[in-house]
């Protein structure tokens, strides 16, 4: 089976700036379980997704195009680039802000905590 992504715009997604577009590549449906996001994220010049925690589920970024800046869970912040991944795990917080002037662009995938499902 070959399908377009379904693409998905959110305002203010977790408290953030701005609309984020989600591409997501499967659905919780297809992650069987297993996760609950598994999507390529575009995130304009100037928005962000707020400072949000991971409950029971974990999310690592990888980094396709542009730059930004990844807030840990102790609120330390780092710029990130292609290439970069992103580890957030379980019962952390993150957000991820791009105060460039080109779109930020990278993989997210919520991982569910083994033995735990999750929305």
């Known amino acids: 089976m070959v399908r377009k992504a379904d693409i998905v715009f959110k305002d203010n997604v977790r408290g953030g700036e701005g609309t984020i577009e989600f591409r997501h590549i499967l659905s919780a449906d297809e992650l069987m379980g297993h996760g609950t996001i598994y999507a390529h994220l575009v995130v304009p010049p100037h ?3 707020g400072f949000h925690q991971h409950v029971e589920n974990t999310e690592p970024y990888y980094v396709l195009k542009g730059k930004g800046i990844f807030v840990d869970n102790d609120g330390s912040r780092t710029e990130i680039v292609p290439g970069d991944v992103c580890v957030i795990e379980v019962g952390q917080s993150h957000a991820i802000e791009n105060p ?4 930020l662009e990278f993989m997210a995938l919520v991982i569910n905590q083994k033995g735990k499902m999750t929305e």
């Open 47 to 49: 928005c962000s997704l």
């Open 100 to 103: 460039f002037e080109e779109p």
